[in-house]
């Protein structure tokens, strides 16, 4: 399983690691780039990760062999 780091949107910016083939989209908001992930969150509802990279570079380091 491949999983790529990206530095998680919080206030002590702790890494996280995502499977690129679970991703199912990502968004530029103000302040971070959304992860979408394809898992239900509590409740129902859309599962994302907040990360500080910029969606050029998400998107960059999802697509890498």
Known sequence: MKLVQFTYASNNNLPVYINPEQVVAVKATTNSTL????VAADGGG???FPVR????EVVGLLQQD
């Open 35 to 38: 992860i979408h992930v394809a």
């Open 46 to 48: 859309v599962a994302y």
């Open 53 to 56: 990279e910029t969606l050029a």
